[in-house]
Every structure is written in C-alpha cells, then in structure tokens.
C-alpha cells in the first residue's frame, strides 16, 4: 500500500527555517541573512529601526540566482 503526503506549511524556529529551506544559518556574519526582505546587515543596523528592504518574491528570485552563479564562475 503506497500512501502520498504532501508538506504544506512548516512550523520551526528561525534557524530550523533557514536550514530547511537551504538558507545562511550563520546569522552573526552574512550580508543578507534574513529570508523574507533583501535587507543587508549594515542597512539591518543602521539608526532607523523601522528600514526594511524589497521583499523577496518570485521575480527577484531568478536575478539572486544569476548573480549567486556569476560569482561563483
């Protein structure tokens, strides 16, 4: 007997999140550590505590990748 399940949602703490998805898990030392904005650090941690950056979404996703690729050439 085959039976199929699929995940829908995924409850975990920050770093649990991270791992799953293959995020950075290194908090304390990357550029952009946050899943959900493009946010850099030293922009996180500038003197205005409401900044936030673009969100991410599905068009900036295939730009990140090419960008992720030409790098590592």
Avoid: W
């Avoid at 898990?25 to 500038?46: D, L």
Wanted: aromatic share 12%; with cysteine; proline share 4%.
């Amino acid at each position: 007997m085959v039976i199929q399940s699929r995940g829908h949602c995924i409850a975990g703490d920050n770093l649990g999140s991270h791992s799953i998805g293959g995020f950075t898990e290194n908090f304390s030392h990357s550029q952009y550590f946050f899943r959900y904005c493009e946010i850099i650090r030293r922009e996180f941690q500038s003197d205005d505590p409401n900044v936030c950056g673009p969100q991410r979404n599905a068009e900036s996703y295939d730009p990140a990748v090419g960008d992720l690729l030409y790098k590592l050439e």
